[in-house]
């Protein structure tokens, strides 16, 4: 068995031949023919208008504060134009994207940042976004509808050239502790885009992994109910463990770890990154519908990978497994 058979076996909800990881079985790449947000290490915009500027704590771009391109939310077709998918070269970014790919051996993803949620906060602002939910419904509806069509048609292109085995949409509706919303609000609003998504997604023959970053304890039933294959980070705030024994067969379960209070956590010591890593493999691995992922802003990235990899080498050895390649 390759590891990209393995990997599909945990998104089927099948008994995986041992834990996969991101580290050694995934191959994972941002897509470029859009520019859904601004990648350069200065100061600049993506393809809808929003300002970004390089964040050295964030590793990464962050939006200016006061950047606003919406100016009236019941008037925001007046400031929105959705990029044109058809007026680029999606061949070209796909074989960029991908030269590093191992197709055979290895299953692939397609990462896309800033979702329905996200794109409207920060176009609208986000207060105003939150309070629109609230008393602009209809307008806000109006724009998640627009935004998924946008979002099927990119779906559509990715699955026609980048052709990877799963997307993984970014869209964060929690906060640490808390849902940034009502889950009443976010099943009225969010919950029947999400699911046309995710539909689309299957139609065109690729597993969908619903990036969510928080509390999303509250709405991982909704999750399973609309279709999503996998859920990533379910971080330590939303008690994974007891998480993955209810739950396991129905949806996978990607990272899992505590990365606020260790992985993340400036100045963590070595062994509470072994600690946690053991806590991950033999805590909530086993039984399969499990992914072990790694957080964005681990201290000691290298050592969390190496204390997964033992674990993950030590099934390896007991089952007498050789992993395949094509």
């Known amino acids: 068995m390759t590891r990209k058979e393995n990997v599909i076996r945990v998104?089927?909800?099948?008994q995986p031949l041992w834990t996969p990881s991101l580290f050694t079985d995934i191959d994972l790449v941002l897509q470029?023919?859009?520019?859904?947000?601004?990648?350069?290490?200065?100061?600049?915009?993506?393809?809808?208008?929003?300002?970004?500027?390089?964040?050295?704590?964030?590793?990464?771009?962050v939006q200016c504060p006061g950047d606003r391109v919406v100016k009236e939310i019941e008037n925001w077709r007046d400031y929105v134009v959705f990029p044109d998918l058809e007026n680029r070269d999606w061949e070209s970014a796909a074989r960029r994207d991908t030269a590093g790919w191992d197709r055979e051996n290895k299953f692939s993803v397609v990462q896309m940042f800033n979702g329905m949620f996200e794109r409207s906060h920060?176009?609208?602002g986000y207060e105003d976004t939150l309070c629109a939910l609230l008393t602009d419904a209809d307008v806000m509806e109006d724009f998640y509808t627009a935004f998924t069509d946008y979002r099927i048609g990119m779906i559509r292109k990715i699955a026609e050239y980048y052709k990877p085995?799963?997307?993984?949409?970014?869209d964060d509706y929690a906060a640490?502790?808390?849902?940034?919303?009502?889950?009443?609000?976010?099943?009225?609003?969010f919950k029947g885009q999400l699911k046309r998504l995710i539909d689309a997604v299957h139609e065109c023959?690729?597993?969908?992994?619903?990036?969510?970053?928080?509390?999303?304890?509250?709405?991982?039933?909704d999750f399973i109910e609309i279709g999503a294959d996998a859920v990533h980070p379910v971080q330590a705030e939303n008690q994974p463990q007891e998480l993955k024994q209810?739950?396991?067969?129905?949806?996978?379960?990607?990272?899992?770890y505590d990365n606020v209070h260790i992985l993340d956590r400036e100045g963590a010591a070595d062994e509470e990154i072994v600690e946690e890593a053991r806590h991950i493999m033999e805590d909530i691995a086993p039984g399969g519908s499990f992914v072990a992922w790694q957080s964005f802003f681990c201290q000691n990235g290298e050592l969390y990978r190496r204390e997964i990899q033992k674990y993950i080498d030590r099934e390896l050895a007991d089952k007498k497994i050789v992993i395949e390649r094509r």
């Open 11 to 14: 998104m089927k909800q099948e």
């Open 32 to 61: 470029s023919a859009v520019m859904e947000r601004y990648e350069g290490r200065g100061v600049g915009k993506d393809e809808f208008g929003v300002t970004y500027q390089y964040n050295k704590e964030a590793r990464g771009p």
């Open 122 to 124: 920060m176009l609208m």
């Open 165 to 170: 085995d799963a997307v993984m949409v970014f």
């Open 176 to 189: 640490k502790d808390a849902l940034m919303m009502s889950v009443e609000t976010w099943r009225e609003l």
């Open 205 to 221: 023959g690729m597993y969908y992994i619903l990036h969510c970053c928080g509390y999303l304890r509250p709405l991982l039933e």
């Open 246 to 256: 209810k739950y396991k067969g129905q949806i996978t379960f990607c990272g899992c």
